[in-house]
């Protein structure tokens, strides 16, 4: 009795092919681990020169386009945002202290 033409040994489809869709699998993940590692790259130098520090006193990033807008508008965005946070501060304890004020017939300043 032979056994090389029953369901035991039969080869299913992918089979036929099957090192050609592991050449393709592993193909596939190398290229894909290479691109994403050379744009994680690209994305961290971009960021580091133009948006992190936009001083000279790092000599990797002492380059002639290194003080760009984004860098600049950044640096001032970060500026403004401080203030306003001071000023809301104050505001939020004059508001507290109008309430502490009324609740308890008190008069601090």
Same mark, same amino acid.
Request: hydrophobic share 35%; charged share 30%; glycine share 2%.
């Given at each position: ?18 090192? @050609?869709? %592991?050449?393709? !699998? /592993? ?6 681990? *290479?691109? #994403?590692?050379?744009?994680?790259? &690209?994305?961290?130098? @971009?960021? %580091?020169?133009? !948006? /992190? ?6 000599? *990797?990033? #002492?380059?002639?386009?290194?003080? &760009? ?18 000023? #809301? ?21």
């Amino acid at each position: 009795m032979s056994f090389s033409h029953n369901y035991l040994t039969r080869r299913f489809l992918l089979q036929n092919y099957r090192d @050609y869709v %592991a050449v393709t !699998m /592993i193909g596939t993940w190398a290229l894909g681990y *290479t691109l #994403r590692s050379y744009d994680d790259r &690209t994305n961290s130098n @971009y960021m %580091a020169m133009r !948006m /992190i520090n936009d001083d000279e006193s790092d000599i *990797t990033y #002492r380059e002639a386009t290194n003080k &760009t807008d984004a860098a600049v508008r950044r640096r001032h965005a970060l500026n403004y945002s401080e203030k306003i946070k001071k000023l #809301r501060a104050e505001k939020e304890r004059e508001a507290a202290l109008d309430a502490f004020n009324y609740l308890y017939k008190k008069d601090l300043q």
